[in-house]
T-cell receptor, first 113, second 111 residues
């Protein structure tokens, strides 16, 4: 299994540009989520999905959109990038259930100038 | 939400045991205690979790106080590869998959 994969690894955007961060998992996990991590801080939840076609907002959803058309993929869209969105973005997945072990991807480092 | 308190940093010598403390005095009866760690430039990695009883796995042990207001992650023999930020996280049964990360404990392992 490849686990949780994220692309790209690095990205530089100009203010106002849009882009999609990709996340895929091959473990047939129902639950997927996106976090951001600002320098020297812990991770904060952006959006999550409990299954294909179902998404919900986390702690910091503004400026981001998600959709979940398949079990495997959970892309994160930045609609109009802002410097405040400069961060490292992590995708995670897990089985349903309580509690569960979450598997994290390697992250995408995004810089918005 | 119940919060956790961890020391900002700790040091350990290689091949010695490490005890990483976590206080969670407002924990509720259905909150699970999770530990994750984050190695430099990597995503977080699950370490262990527990509810009331002490837990052991191949990576570590989790000792939970009888009143559940604190817990300790035990690495039995620290290696240089264990240098990471360790996060103690509480999750309640209604949203056990939504992890709330604090600032964690930066563990430095000295050779």
């Amino acid at each position: 299994n490849a686990g949780v994969t994220q692309t790209p690894k690095f990205q530089v955007l100009k203010t106002g540009q849009s882009m999609t961060l990709q996340c895929a998992q091959d473990m047939n996990h129902e639950y997927m989520s996106w976090y951001r991590q600002d320098p020297g801080m812990g991770l904060r939840l952006i959006h999550y999905s409990v299954g294909a076609g179902i998404t919900d907002q986390g702690e910091v959803p503004n400026g981001y959109n998600v959709s979940r058309s398949t079990t495997e993929d959970f892309p994160l869209r930045l609609l109009s990038a802002a410097p405040s969105q400069t961060s490292v973005y992590f995708c995670a997945s897990s089985y349903s259930g309580n509690p569960v072990e979450q598997y994290f991807g390697p992250g995408t480092r995004l810089t918005v100038t | 939400d119940a919060k956790t308190t961890q020391p900002n940093s700790m040091e350990s010598n290689e091949e010695e045991p490490v005890h990483l403390p976590c206080n969670h005095s407002t924990i509720s009866g259905t909150d699970y205690i999770h530990w994750y760690r984050q190695l430099p430039s990597q995503g977080p990695e699950y370490v262990i979790h527990g509810l009331t009883s002490n837990v052991n796995n191949r990576m570590a042990s989790l000792a939970i106080a009888e009143d559940r207001k604190s817990s300790t992650l035990i690495l039995h023999r620290a290696t240089l590869r264990d240098a990471a930020v360790y996060y103690c996280i509480l999750t309640y049964s209604g949203s056990a998959r939504q992890l709330t990360f604090g600032s964690g404990t930066q563990l430095t392992v000295l050779p």
